[in-house]
């Protein structure tokens, strides 16, 4: 996977001067060698930390050795000073992790380390310098607890870092009526992420002095790889390879100082009259390689996409929650088969962005409801370039990271899946169950304002990116709850 952080974790030993150093070293190289067996290299600083002086030394060692995602363990109680500046004076992210006591025998006096007090102090000396740091959810294990709580931080941290290098790169405005994929950037830059805005035009006059790239032909034909017998409409190929050469070429061009890109285009309704198809496809290869496209000018989108991009290291899509699932497909093929109410269920669509791995016989066809204002009653011509195909089962997470009208941030996580039901419809889409949806849709996505995009990850990555996000700053981090816990808005005699 392209355009995301590349993790090289490191380890601190932290050591307060009345416990011995020797027992912070010694549950050091204990979870450094659990984590090597288990998950791969990890550096561990040899100089342990006691004093200032000590973190000024480790933190020198760990920056030489490349290490852009660190944790600081205490083995003892730990010294609340060095420990914390050590934090703060690493450039990337932070967790912090504490030993549990070993087995002790008959006694339990020269082995103690009191790790567990130690974090307490730790997280006080966190908040009053104001230093940002991951926590797991119990952070006092053994040796091999803390290797298991290190491999849960590695996806969190490189969607910090992800974030902290990238720039949202968008094709505008927005299409009429669409005010719900605009929203405040100025959150954008409170996380750090930066953003290009640019109209149509320049994408139309990139587009054109495309025309006549030598490398169109090779791009053609991996996409005729990638299509096999979904290649249905193969006269559309050459202005599809010219428009990912353009973006691509546009990417490297204004990366400037930022190392990850993603995009936010707009798609229609003047791209295809101008452009002659629509972008669907080339929407889709994007977003397989890690640089997510999200459609209709959707900069939060982008930004959620781009955070499970980082999390997963896989493809992601953005999807319109969109229609209810009818009552004949829930009779006939989920009731009774599945554990889902019908309001638990739901399509999530789009025209054509998902990409081919994710999709059952992905084909390329025409955007319908495009055709029938477009071009009615003809041939399809300037609406082809969708990627269809009912997306695969399997376990996803529905998320989205959002800026209120007010400059607020707000998200959502939700686990659940796709379901092995045929939607009989077209474009990418599937038939989404998550546990209680019907709730958490009108007390969580109408109540809180969201729009109508969410981002998917196909994989179950609620941890992970709840992490990430509370990380970040984000307040309000929602979530499906279950039966019996209401939500504030929720009315209990309903």
């Known amino acids: 996977m392209k355009n995301i952080p590349v993790i090289k974790v490191g380890i601190v030993a932290v050591s307060r001067d009345c416990f011995p150093m020797s027992l912070s070293e010694s549950r050091r190289k204990a979870c450094a060698e659990e984590y090597r ?61 504490a030993a549990a006591e070993d087995e002790c025998g008959p006694s339990l006096c020269d082995s103690r380390g009191d790790a567990y007090c130690g974090m307490l102090n ?17 952070p006092v294990g053994t040796a091999p607890e803390v290797a298991d709580m290190i491999a849960e931080f590695v996806p969190v941290a490189r969607g910090i870092l992800g974030l902290a290098g990238l720039k949202i790169i968008t094709f505008g405005p927005r299409p009429q009526d669409f005010l719900a994929c605009n929203a405040p950037i100025k959150q954008l830059y409170n996380l750090g992420v930066e953003i290009e805005e640019n109209s149509e035009l320049d994408l139309f006059e990139a587009y054109n002095k495309h025309g006549d790239d030598p490398r169109i032909a090779d791009v053609i034909k991996d996409m005729e790889a990638e299509l096999g017998e979904g290649n249905k409409m193969a006269g559309i190929l050459p202005k599809l390879a010219q428009y990912e050469l353009t973006l691509l070429d546009w ?18 309704p003047a791209f295809q009259t101008q452009f002659g198809f629509v972008p669907c496809y ?23 996409e781009y955070i499970g991009t980082c999390v997963t290291e896989d493809a992601v899509t953005l999807l319109d929650i969109n229609n209810t699932v009818p009552g004949d497909i829930f009779k006939d093929e989920i009731e009774g088969k599945f554990p889902y109410t019908q309001k638990d269920t739901f399509m999530g669509f789009h025209c054509g962005n998902t990409a081919a791995c994710k999709v059952n016989k992905p084909t390329m ?14 041939e399809p ?8 195909g009912d997306i695969k089962p399997g376990e996803i997470t529905f998320f989205r990271l959002q800026s209120t009208a007010d400059a607020k941030l707000r998200a959502y996580v939700a686990e659940g899946e796709v379901l092995p039901v045929a939607t009989r419809s077209f474009g990418s889409i599937g038939i989404f169950a998550i546990n209680e949806m019907g709730r958490f849709y009108r007390h969580v996505l109408i109540n809180d304002n969201y729009p109508h995009h969410g981002a998917v990850a196909f994989s179950h990555a609620g941890k992970a990116i709840h992490s990430v996000l509370t990380y970040m700053g984000v307040e309000k981090v929602s979530f499906n709850q279950p039966k019996g816990m209401l939500y504030p808005t929720e009315n209990p005699f309903a």
Request: net charge negative.
């Open 122 to 138: 730790a997280s006080y000396n966190l908040a009053l310098r104001g230093i940002k740091a991951y926590i797991p959810e119990y």
């Open 37 to 97: 067996a288990k998950y791969g290299e990890i550096f561990e600083a040899p100089t342990v930390v006691e004093n200032e002086l000590d973190m000024k030394k480790a933190l020198e060692e760990v920056k030489a050795a490349g290490v852009n995602a660190l944790v600081v363990y205490l083995g003892n109680f730990g010294p609340e000073t060095s420990e914390t500046l050590l934090a703060k004076y690493f450039d990337g992210p932070v967790m912090f992790v």
């Open 282 to 304: 080339v929407n889709s290869r994007l977003t397989a390689q890690g640089i997510p496209v999200a459609c209709e000018v959707d900069i939060y989108g982008a930004l959620s």
């Open 251 to 268: 990417a490297q061009a204004h990366k400037g100082e930022r190392e990850y890109i993603a995009f936010a285009n707009k798609c229609w």
């Open 381 to 388: 011509d300037i609406t082809r370039g969708t990627l269809e």
């Open 365 to 378: 066809k025409y955007q319908l409801i495009m055709h029938r204002g477009l071009e009615p009653d003809v």
